[in-house]
């Protein structure tokens, strides 16, 4: 469903290396409206919830998890809404949240009635600290937990035959869990629940707290991919945090390690440093030739709706996204960058030098590239005013003037406009020429 053209950046076979790439795009959950949602400091209203729900449809994400409802009556209205509404598309499967405790498993239930198909998304922690710290229970009892949970839930939806149910899986803090004992808790579930290849369970991985290098989380999902009972049934996924700043290496190592589904959100809001950001893990696949299946070709649409939905503003820097992340002020980048653009042919695949990607591969342009200020050289001038004023400036004229603005940015310290360029052209330039061009 994406609009991008084919863009083999790097095309894969010409590469001799590494020996394993992605070739495929993962399953994509947005967890915007649940993990994302409760980290904000003021979670979204259910108009907001809603445009927020819209724009992932749009995107093209087809799993969603849209509330925490036992959490709260907004999320439980919420979810009342998508359903009783029919604001659910066809394609598109909605989850919800749930703690591993009965009258929080029968509220979330009961929200769900009458969905057409649904994700029950259960959980507990497994890793010591809170075993012994928060729950004070054993390992057998933390087991017990997951199974029972599953075993309630396996109950009440087999009483609404006419929702197709999932269940979905996750040990918390399943990256700082003894694998051994995550492994045994899994298997214990993907027996109780009973899924078949064709009614597949999730198993979800969370990086809860990222808290090792992103190889090593990659071993971990690699051991589950490989030990797991039933693998043919089961759908692996990983739900990586970023309080490492690794969360999208740990995400792309997981996918090859084995796991076949992601969850994060866009732009990577979530718990603390956020969730792994779908944006970046999206456009990055993208970069190398593979087709996303997520639409982001306008990028500042869904940038500005997500800004609004969280009143989160997007970092200037943040890749494919930001506002200064296809712009170069620097005189030798402006150069190369020029030559570049205007060495390109039709159907050429993207090779513009110090642009990862087409700009308008993600909606923004190329007047947004080239910036001037004080760092700028002539190249970055000249595309400026040949783009907006239509002046095709020799050389030796390029010279020259870049000294003018040169003086002018240097006084003034502030980036210039090609309009600001335009009148230092007229007034700074050709009127200091006019008694040279009067003789
Ligand atoms: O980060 C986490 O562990 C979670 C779980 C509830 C899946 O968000
Ligand atoms: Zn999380």
């Not at 919420?78 to 749930?98: A, G, M, S």
């Not at 087999?158 to 990256?175: G, R, V």
């Not at 590239?369 to 239509?390: D, F, M, P, T, W």
């Amino acid at each position: 469903n994406t609009k991008y053209r084919p863009f083999p950046a790097f095309p894969v076979a010409e590469r001799s290396w590494p020996s394993k790439t992605i070739t495929q795009a993962p399953i994509w959950m947005s967890t915007d409206l649940r993990d994302g949602n409760q980290a904000l400091f003021e979670p979204m209203n259910a108009e907001r919830k809603l445009r927020m729900f819209e724009t992932l449809v749009q995107i093209g994400v087809k799993e969603i998890e849209v509330a925490f409802p036992s959490a709260s009556q907004t999320d439980f209205d919420f979810v009342r809404k998508l359903i009783e509404e029919d604001r659910i598309p066809q394609d598109v499967t909605i989850e919800v949240l749930t703690q591993a405790r009965e009258h929080l498993i029968r509220r979330t239930v009961e929200s769900l009635i009458g969905a057409r198909r649904a994700i029950v998304h259960v959980y507990n922690a497994t890793a010591r600290p809170w075993r012994e710290q928060v729950f004070g229970m054993s390992l057998v009892e933390v087991k017990q937990l997951a199974v029972e949970a599953v075993s309630l839930i396996k109950t009440l939806t087999e009483a609404h035959p006419e929702t197709e149910w999932i269940l979905q899986y996750s040990p918390e803090t399943f990256s700082q869990t003894e694998p051994e004992f995550a492994l045994e808790v899994c298997n214990a579930v993907i027996a109780t629940w009973n899924p078949t290849p064709s009614k597949k369970l999730i198993i979800n991985l969370p990086a809860t707290v990222e808290a090792a290098t992103p190889n090593v989380y990659a071993d971990q999902v690699e051991f589950m991919h490989r030990k797991l009972d039933r693998r043919d049934c089961v759908v692996l996924s990983v739900h990586p945090h970023n309080d490492r700043g690794t969360a999208v290496a740990a995400a792309e190592l997981g996918v090859l390690a084995g796991a076949d589904r992601v969850e994060g959100c866009l732009f990577g809001n979530g718990e603390r440093t956020g969730n792994v950001d779908l944006v970046t893990l999206a456009l990055n696949l993208y970069t190398q030739g593979v087709d996303p299946g997520l639409d982001f070709s306008d990028i500042n649409a869904v940038a500005r709706t997500v800004e609004d939905c969280t009143q989160l503003p997007i970092h200037p820097r943040h890749p494919y996204v930001g506002d200064l992340v296809f712009t170069a002020f620097s005189g030798s980048h402006q150069d190369a960058i020029k030559k570049g653009l205007a060495a390109r042919r039709d159907g050429d695949s993207w090779d513009v030098p110090y642009l990862p990607i087409d700009p308008a591969d993600v909606g923004r342009s190329y007047e947004s590239v080239i910036r001037v200020n004080s760092q700028s050289g002539k190249g970055g001038i000249a595309y400026l005013l040949e783009a907006h004023y239509g002046l095709v400036m020799p050389r030796r004229l390029q010279v020259e003037f870049s000294g003018v603005v040169q003086k002018h940015t240097d006084a003034t310290g502030a980036e210039v406009s090609a309009d600001e360029l335009w009148r230092l052209f007229g007034q700074e330039y050709l009127d200091a020429q006019q008694p040279i061009r009067l003789h």
